[in-house]
């Protein structure tokens, strides 16, 4: 109890210290005339992060930081949902929870969970659909002694049915209850109606899809995914700079080479006209709205001019959508937009929000006219404004080491050169309002628009229906 205190307060400490620092001594802002709208002058400095290989071809990056006695370690994997066999979707998240509370050979659940809670260390794992992570946060102290426990944990699992048998009643659980809320059903809904119904990218666990996997399924996924070309590591914190190769070398010399696993993902259509779609849920007293069409990818070279575009449009509470839709027309409790770029596949250009039933169509429209609106023109307040709050932003990229580690092994993990975040930060600097206008005229398409609204179906179809033809929808 006593080191978990110790860790928060040393960890919150931290986190004022490195903060304060960096905006005392390396921002500066500019003002301009025109709006008196000041854009900041960012010229954070990138610590130094030092990398290298080893003969089984996992690669590592290493930042020291010796303000606190902690230590962060991330193991990146390269493998996910996508990695899913059909029918047995769900085995990665199964995969890596069975990993942490099913302990190895050598480190038994309970035995592991209180070596843990005796050095208040903190060890989680996880899969999301692109890359894997697992990740140990310790005192500085316990380095050559958690180390060894970390790498054992990520390399021999155990998976004990009985753990196995939990997690699978668990995912049940979570399945038996996603549509207790209106917000999941439109997410799952709209990924289907973007990406295909059968689509990889809209896929999500089902009971007879967990009901499949057993543990050899699991044994199959982990020894495909912890393979040394598929794993990166990271070591952020305080430690010993002439000791610390060594010793990841000498812990994780125990995983082979093996092969590098391909991301290879299926392309997706771009639907080019506007369709409306129902879905039920008559215990609601409001409609829950998501609209939006097919994203795009992170390389894109517009990619800086859409960022400032988000911020535009849906920035919070000085983006156009929330002025309008919300605080002038108080057509909304909530609504939020953007425009996604991802790097292995498209992103989803969406807006959401939460309207009172019979304000539904009015709400559609308003939304129309304000993408419509956004592509005849911005202003210079807005542009800079936008700009603005992008690159203030920028200092919470910096405020730990750990998040500057994982952005790297991020970009590293995608193929991203280093020093991507930097040149982003110059790239926004330069964004015009012609630009942006440019972008939004050319990635926003209010003419091929899926038009999703969750709740009473009577009262939906109804007026929807004054704006085109309208399909009724399962609950996902």
Known sequence: MVHNILKTLLAAGFILCFTAAAAGENSQERSLP????????????????????MGNKIVFFL????????VHIRAMVRAGGFLDPQGKTGLAEITAEVMRTGGT???????????LADTAAEISMDFDFISGSAKMDILSSDLSQLLPVFVDLLKQPAFPEDKITLAKQQLDTRISRRNDRQAGIARRTFEQ???????????????????????????????????????????AGDFDPDQIQSLLKK?????AAGEKTDIMLPSVDLQKQTSLYVVNKSDVNQSYIMMGHLGGLRMNPDYPALQVMNQILGGGFSGRLFQTIRTRMGLAYSVSGSYDSRYFYPGTFHIALATKTPATSKAVKAVKDEIQNLQE????????????????SVAFYYDQAEKILERRMNYAYRGMAQDTLQELIKEIEQVTADQVVQAARKYLLPEALNILAVGKQELLEKQLQALGTVAVLPQP
């Open 34 to 53: 025109d709006n008196g709208v000041a854009i900041p002058s960012i010229s954070w400095p990138e610590p130094r992060v030092d990398t290298f290989t």
């Open 63 to 70: 930042i020291r930081d010796n303000t606190l006695p902690l």
């Open 105 to 115: 050979q050598k480190y038994p659940p309970g035995e592991l969970n209180a070596l």
């Open 193 to 235: 109606l973007i990406y295909g119904r059968d689509s990889i990218y809209a896929r999500e666990p089902e009971h007879e899809t967990v009901a499949r996997i057993s543990r050899a399924d699991l044994l199959r996924f982990h020894k495909q995914a912890y393979q040394g070309a598929n794993l990166m590591v990271g070591i």
């Open 251 to 255: 812990e994780f010399s125990a995983f």
């Open 377 to 392: 023109g911005i202003t210079a307040d807005e542009l800079n404004r936008a700009k603005a709050q992008f690159l203030h």
